[in-house]
């Protein structure tokens, strides 16, 4: 038996359900059906709509806490910077918050 054969024997059992004897039930079960999936997908409530919008949410969350610990990662690297080299701890300072040198003259230029 090949597969269309069987198809087309298939499809004869579909027709002989809906002209049938029972075919109001056979109505009624895909009307039904249908108006469940419809309102499963764009109905109130907890529907596939909300699913796919939550996924996005959570990858965007997740795109910027990726993006939160890198930039953490390099602080922690400024830091540990600053904390081993004197040099960069003073142009730190110098840079950020105006520190000098006592006797040392100090030109700020805002842009």
């Given at each position: 038996?090949?597969?269309?054969?069987s198809?087309i024997?298939?499809?004869?059992?579909?027709?002989?359900?809906?002209?049938g004897?029972?075919?109001?039930f056979?109505?009624?079960?895909?009307?039904?059906?249908?108006?469940?999936?419809?309102?499963?997908l764009?109905?109130?409530?907890t529907?596939?709509?909300?699913?796919?919008?939550a996924k996005?949410e959570?990858?965007?969350?997740?795109?910027?806490?990726?993006?939160y610990?890198?930039e953490?990662?390099?602080?922690d690297?400024n830091?540990?910077?600053?904390?081993?080299?004197?040099?960069?701890?003073e142009?730190?300072a110098?840079?950020?918050?105006?520190f000098?040198?006592?006797?040392?003259?100090?030109y700020?230029?805002?842009?």
């Open positions: 038996m090949t597969i269309i054969h198809a024997i298939i499809l004869g059992k579909i027709k002989d359900i809906f002209t004897e029972h075919r109001k056979a109505w009624f079960v895909v009307i039904s059906t249908t108006i469940v999936m419809v309102s499963w764009v109905g109130p409530g529907t596939i709509i909300h699913w796919v919008e996005r959570i990858g965007r969350q997740e795109r910027q806490m990726e993006k610990r890198s953490i990662e390099a602080m690297q830091i540990g910077e600053l904390k081993t080299n004197r040099d960069s701890l142009k730190f110098r840079e950020q918050f105006g000098a040198v006592p006797g040392e003259d100090v700020i230029i805002e842009d």
